[in-house]
């Protein structure tokens, strides 16, 4: 069910499915019911108690949604609001979960000066990185409270993968040059993970983690390797 999932501090988690854990978006062609079923199994195999993760619509934009206010805390069962439009979500201290199957799945974990867990997701596809999807979460954070933030990058394709034609990956590596790269059979390419790296060294942040390719790995879903493909998910909770 999970491809990696660690306690990132006390009461925190950060976790990264995989294809075990069955298709988790709503916007593929699979079963709703299906699909909110396994949601479902997610929250009580992680031991949410009356709490849900929050979803978004994803659209390859850099809108940041923040969830809940100021007096949310995880020991408060989450309402769970219907799924924002937006690449990224900040909550303090409530689940969010964000889909991929290529792009970028980056989590995020910050505290208040009180102590109070400050929780991020950004969905950074091509367009995302380029646009400052992961920057603006960051900023959201700190505007929420957040002192220090660290980053988990869960699977996406690498840049020994993600072939794109010459001009585009010009166009993007003008904006953030580190993610200019070179496929394995040596045509142009763009390695989005390396980008999102680089956006928040520049902030400071430090990333813990940095997942596999996913278009390398049959346990995980990728577009680029099946075109007709589920997501997996990249979440973060807290709970005591």
């Known amino acids: 069910m999970f491809w990696w999932k660690s306690e990132v501090r006390p009461g925190v988690w950060v976790a990264f499915t995989d294809a075990g854990a069955g298709n988790l978006a709503l916007h593929v062609d699979d079963d709703a019911a299906e699909v909110l079923r396994r949601r479902e199994l997610l929250e009580a195999e ?21 969830i809940g206010g100021p007096a ?35 989590v995020l974990v910050g505290e208040t000066e ?9 969905h950074a596809g091509r367009p995302g990185v380029a646009s400052g999807v992961v920057p603006g979460t960051v900023t959201e954070m700190r505007a929420a409270g957040a002192t220090t933030i660290r980053a988990w990058i869960g699977p996406s394709i690498c840049g020994s993968c993600y072939e794109v034609p010459g001009d585009l ?28 790296r680089s956006q928040l060294a520049s902030l400071g942040v430090t990333v813990e983690y940095s997942g596999t390719c996913t278009l390398e790995q049959d346990g995980l879903f990728s577009y680029r390797r099946d075109k007709q493909t589920g997501r997996f998910a990249g979440l973060v909770w807290a709970h005591d």
């Open 72 to 106: 949310a805390s995880p020991a408060v069962a989450n309402p769970v609001i219907a799924a924002p439009t937006a690449d990224a979500m900040v909550s303090i201290g409530l689940p969010l979960a964000v889909m991929v199957a290529d792009c970028v799945p980056v």
């Open 114 to 122: 009180a102590g109070e867990p400050v929780l991020g997701v950004a």
């Open 169 to 196: 990956r010009a166009e993007v590596a003008a904006i953030v040059p580190a993610t200019g790269s070179t496929t394995s059979w040596g045509t142009p390419a763009l390695d989005l993970p390396a980008g999102v």
């Open 46 to 66: 992680v031991g949410l108690k009356g709490s849900r993760f929050q979803y978004m619509n994803q659209v390859h934009g850099s809108a940041v949604a923040v």
